[in-house]
């Protein structure tokens, strides 16, 4: 079993950045791919972004030029660095990670973009 805690979210103006974390433990030997997801009320979950265990990564169309995913193998450990922020990305962000075939979440943070 994977356990994934993700950092708090919170209100963020319009214009402005947020960083999120998520530190994965656990069974965390043969994690492979990190990411990041998105539920807004009323809509379905989506993806936001995915770094694999190779470094490379994919964006969402929404979340392109704007928010940049990395991670720390050392400390088992996924970022999200989202800028330029806009009510539309108002969401619950839910960390990811797989491991041999099996999907872990973590138990989502709220952000918030409003004046």
């Known amino acids: 079993q994977v356990q994934l805690v993700e950092s708090r979210g919170g209100l963020v103006q319009p214009g402005g950045s947020l960083r999120l974390s998520c530190a994965a433990s656990g069974s965390i030997f043969g994690i492979g791919a990190m990411g990041w997801y998105r539920q807004a009320p009323g809509k379905q979950r989506e993806l936001v972004a995915v770094i694999f265990s190779s470094g490379g990564t994919t964006y969402a169309d929404s979340a392109k030029g704007r928010f940049t995913i990395s991670r720390d193998n050392a400390k088992n450990t996924v970022y999200l660095q989202m800028n330029s922020l806009n009510p539309e990305d108002t969401a619950v962000y839910y960390c990811?990670?797989?491991?041999?075939?099996?999907?872990?979440w973590g138990q989502g943070t709220q952000v918030t973009v409003s004046s």
């Open positions: 990811y990670c797989n491991r041999g075939g099996s999907g872990y």
